[in-house]
């Protein structure tokens, strides 16, 4: 009875452990070329319940290598299993492995031989596990290696580990559990005579493990306190932006644009803080030529050094009305450009430390900062500005007389542009008599039609695909770069001058301070990689260029006026007015997934807090009562015994009953000391309590286990002494 009672434990025991190592397997189709794990597993757990069995190494080894053998043979080997030519594939490929390795060229083993060796591997594992967990029980080292394992694949690799993560604590936990109650049984010397006794601790374990698991869910988080290590690593490997053909890429702003698409990290990095009037977009560049994959830049001449103090580049005319504002940047050391961000209107900059000039690209207002000859970070710097306002009247009778020049330069197109996307852009615009009224309709299209915005799984087109194609046709999920790309190339399909800009949004307001005038008040902004930014420039003669923003979850911050000298008609401007009504909040690609998923779940997103404060309330609940119900114990334990001591009439049970009252009368201060007979601490017990009940009890329990006397006849009057001690003791 005992060794299968013992058995049970083992195999319970061990079945965490096999549990433990699965999480190890799981990752492989992810982070390696493992197209499906099934056969691993599968035979991980042959070899784990073959050590589990303890079957003699003669037997056990050839039932593991037949395994082996049936696996390579499914999945590489052609031949008929066992025979000469099956045995030849097999020495062929081990050989052929084998110089390899002896020649370091390790990216040149087969994927038979890495699949043997990983076989054998899983092999070794199941005799250390046993080891571990069975012999030894030292399962803490393992459990701790798991949840490194889990943390250093969900952080370095696209693995995601959180759940991970929480079955590891929990099986852990479970694991130290059982553990530490074998060892005790071990120490005491107590004899595990049946899993009936299994609920005296099982209830609790399993109770502080359910406590500890919803607690540790429910409690609130620290976000992530570094930069996720990813990008820098991928960077240092091959490079960073949006460009390089990478399916993930790091956010952020780069100069390679040249291959667009894939998903990108996010990375919260700050890169210059901006004490500003309001929310602006900072400006780099803009490019001009569409490739079908990515943009270039055809226009990086003529380029001009200027005195910062002086800057001739505009985006737009005189005829624009503007407003002088002043606004400080500071920038962080992880900004590793040497450019300057600048609001639409920049006619200064000053305040730098340092003799630096400019070098101003005339067609893409690109500005890189110089000291003497070299490229030079600057670190703070005043900027003052002339921020525009557009009047819809104006923008709306603009017409089209474009110059030649802006028209050779900003309505290029591949010549393979799929043709439905031409007919897609007429169909747009369809109807709309003015420049301003199509490119709002273009502007408009995305939100209305479905589009999702993402920065995960986010498709790179292949060769024969076009970039803004497969957005527009295909996918229709996608960030900032799908959409001010599709926009650009939707208006120039049109014969509409546009451009593709990149910089950064305006950041999180994190503080707010008073101007130097002392008559008005500037807000602080934290601009970050997260923010970096891509929207589109629309030419309109006798004005210039006019930023759009299409992207959904961001809101232009342009500013856009009816002059109230104009007479208003029923449509115009007033309702062009109304629809482009400015949201205050300004997005970036790290909130607006989340702000998209809020919006589109609005009951789950009002009752977030309160589903948290559920949680906490029902795990305070949980640890109120398992305090309680540790406390009285002895007294709910008792309870229950009486009930099934008046129903049974066997020895085991009646010998039960005993040692509980000795358990109660010891946790009341009645301790029996080692060297003291039952008869002594019998007649200690009812010197305390002045009587003779614990004498008469003991005298029958002896004669029960050492004279194998039955007590049936006695079993009413030794219950009631039973019970009369156990309620003397707890009152």
């Given at each position: 009875m005992q060794d299968?009672?013992?058995?049970?434990?083992?195999?319970?025991?061990?079945?965490?452990?096999?549990?433990?190592?699965?999480?190890?397997?799981?990752?492989?189709?992810?982070?390696?070329?493992?197209?499906?794990?099934?056969?691993?597993?599968?035979?991980?757990?042959?070899?784990?319940?073959?050590?589990?069995?303890?079957v003699p190494w003669y037997l056990s080894?050839?039932?593991?290598?037949?395994?082996?053998?049936?696996?390579?043979?499914?999945?590489?080997?052609?031949?008929?299993?066992?025979?000469?030519?099956?045995?030849?594939?097999?020495?062929?490929?081990?050989?052929?492995?084998?110089?390899?390795?002896?020649?370091?060229?390790?990216?040149?083993?087969?994927?038979?031989?890495?699949?043997?060796?990983?076989?054998?591997?899983?092999?070794?594992?199941?005799?250390?596990?046993?080891?571990?967990?069975?012999?030894?029980?030292?399962?803490?080292?393992?459990?701790?290696?798991?949840?490194?394992?889990?943390?250093?694949?969900?952080?370095?690799?696209?693995?995601?580990?959180?759940?991970?993560?929480?079955?590891?604590?929990?099986?852990?936990?479970?694991?130290?559990?059982?553990?530490?109650?074998?060892?005790?049984?071990?120490?005491?010397?107590?004899?595990?005579?049946?899993?009936?006794?299994?609920?005296?601790?099982?209830?609790?374990?399993?109770?502080?493990?359910?406590?500890s698991s919803a607690a540790a869910y429910a409690s609130p988080k620290f976000a992530p306190q570094w930069p996720d290590p990813v990008p820098y690593l991928e960077s240092a490997a091959g490079g960073t932006g949006s460009g390089g053909g990478r399916t993930i890429q790091k956010v952020g702003y780069g100069e390679d644009d040249s291959q667009l698409g894939g998903s990108f990290v996010q990375d919260d990095t700050p890169i210059f803080t901006a004490t500003v009037d309001g929310d602006r977009y900072w400006r780099i560049e803009s490019k001009d030529t569409y490739t079908g994959k990515g943009w270039t830049d055809t226009l990086e001449q003529p380029v001009m050094t200027t005195d910062p103090f002086d800057i001739p580049f505009s985006t737009f005319t005189e005829e624009v009305e503007t407003e002088t504002q002043t606004a400080q940047i500071e920038m962080t050391r992880f900004a590793s450009f040497r450019k300057l961000v600048y609001p639409y209107g920049l006619t200064s900059v000053g305040n730098l430390e340092g003799e630096f000039n400019l070098r101003v690209h005339n067609n893409t207002g690109e500005m890189d900062t110089y000291q003497g000859d070299a490229p030079a970070k600057i670190s703070t710097a005043e900027l003052t500005y002339e921020f525009p306002s557009f009047e819809y009247s104006q923008l709306r009778e603009s017409g089209n007389n474009d110059p030649q020049e802006i028209r050779d330069q900003y309505l290029q197109l591949p010549e393979n542009l799929p043709e439905r996307v031409r007919n897609l852009a007429s169909q747009i615009v369809e109807g709309e008599d003015n420049r301003y009224d199509q490119a709002k309709a273009v502007e408009r299209y995305f939100s209305a039609n479905g589009f999702e915005y993402s920065t995960t799984d986010v498709p790179v087109p292949g060769?024969?695909?076009?970039?803004?194609?497969?957005?527009?046709?295909?996918?229709?999920?996608?960030?900032?770069?799908?959409?001010?790309?599709?926009?650009?190339?939707?208006?120039r399909s049109e014969g509409i001058?546009?451009?593709?800009?990149?910089?950064?949004?305006?950041?999180?307001?994190?503080?707010?301070?008073?101007?130097?005038?002392?008559?008005?008040?500037?807000?602080?902004?934290?601009?970050?990689?997260?923010?970096?930014?891509?929207?589109?420039?629309?030419?309109?003669?006798?004005?210039?260029?006019?930023?759009?923003?299409?992207?959904?979850?961001?809101?232009?911050?342009?500013?856009?006026?009816?002059?109230?000298?104009?007479?208003?008609?029923?449509?115009?401007?007033?309702?062009?007015?109304?629809?482009?009504?400015?949201?205050?909040?300004?997005?970036?690609?790290?909130?607006?997934?989340?702000?998209?998923?809020?919006?589109?779940?609005?009951?789950?997103?009002?009752?977030?807090?309160?589903?948290?404060?559920?949680?906490?309330?029902?795990?305070?609940?949980?640890?109120?009562?398992?305090?309680?119900?540790?406390?009285?114990?002895?007294?709910?334990?008792?309870?229950?015994?009486?009930?099934?001591?008046?129903?049974?009439?066997?020895?085991?049970?009646?010998?039960?009953?005993?040692h509980f009252l000795l358990k109660v009368l010891n946790h009341k201060g009645l301790k029996r000391k080692p060297d003291q007979t039952l008869r002594d601490y019998a007649l200690k017990v009812d010197q305390h309590f002045q009587s003779n009940e614990m004498r008469r009890l003991t005298s029958n329990y002896e004669r029960v286990i050492y004279g194998n006397e039955s007590q049936k006849a006695q079993w009413q009057k030794v219950t009631e002494l039973w019970e009369n001690l156990i309620k003397k003791t707890l009152s």
């Open positions: 299968r009672h013992s058995t049970v434990y083992r195999m319970i025991l061990y079945g965490i452990g096999f549990l433990l190592f699965c999480e190890w397997l799981r990752p492989l189709e992810m982070i390696s070329q493992t197209d499906d794990v099934r056969i691993f597993f599968i035979f991980a757990a042959f070899c784990f319940f073959v050590s589990f069995l303890q080894m050839p039932l593991k290598g037949l395994g082996v053998a049936f696996i390579l043979d499914g999945l590489y080997i052609g031949e008929l299993i066992f025979s000469p030519g099956w045995f030849a594939v097999l020495t062929e490929q081990v050989t052929f492995n084998i110089q390899m390795i002896s020649g370091q060229e390790w990216w040149q083993m087969t994927p038979l031989f890495r699949s043997l060796l990983f076989l054998i591997l899983l092999w070794l594992m199941s005799y250390l596990l046993y080891y571990w967990f069975v012999v030894a029980r030292r399962m803490f080292f393992f459990v701790l290696l798991t949840i490194l394992f889990v943390a250093v694949v969900d952080t370095f690799t696209v693995y995601d580990g959180s759940w991970a993560i929480i079955r590891t604590f929990v099986i852990g936990m479970a694991a130290l559990g059982l553990s530490s109650f074998a060892k005790e049984m071990d120490k005491e010397s107590i004899v595990f005579k049946g899993l009936h006794k299994a609920k005296v601790w099982l209830f609790p374990l399993i109770g502080v493990i359910l406590f060769d024969d695909e076009d970039y803004v194609d497969q957005f527009l046709f295909e996918s229709q999920i996608g960030y900032c770069d799908n959409y001010s790309t599709s926009m650009v190339v939707l208006l001058p546009a451009r593709w800009v990149k910089g950064f949004t305006g950041g999180e307001r994190i503080d707010s301070v008073e101007n130097e005038e002392g008559d008005g008040v500037q807000n602080v902004y934290e601009v970050t990689s997260g923010n970096a930014h891509s929207w589109v420039e629309v030419y309109f003669p006798d004005v210039g260029w006019v930023p759009f923003e299409p992207t959904q979850g961001f809101s232009n911050n342009a500013d856009f006026y009816t002059d109230v000298d104009v007479e208003e008609t029923e449509e115009d401007p007033a309702a062009g007015a109304a629809d482009d009504t400015q949201d205050e909040t300004m997005g970036n690609p790290q909130q607006v997934e989340e702000e998209d998923e809020a919006s589109g779940n609005a009951d789950a997103a009002s009752s977030s807090g309160s589903t948290t404060f559920t949680a906490v309330l029902t795990g305070t609940v949980l640890l109120a009562a398992g305090i309680l119900l540790y406390v009285t114990r002895y007294r709910w334990m008792a309870a229950l015994l009486i009930r099934r001591y008046r129903r049974s009439e066997d020895e085991e049970t009646y010998e039960k009953a005993y």
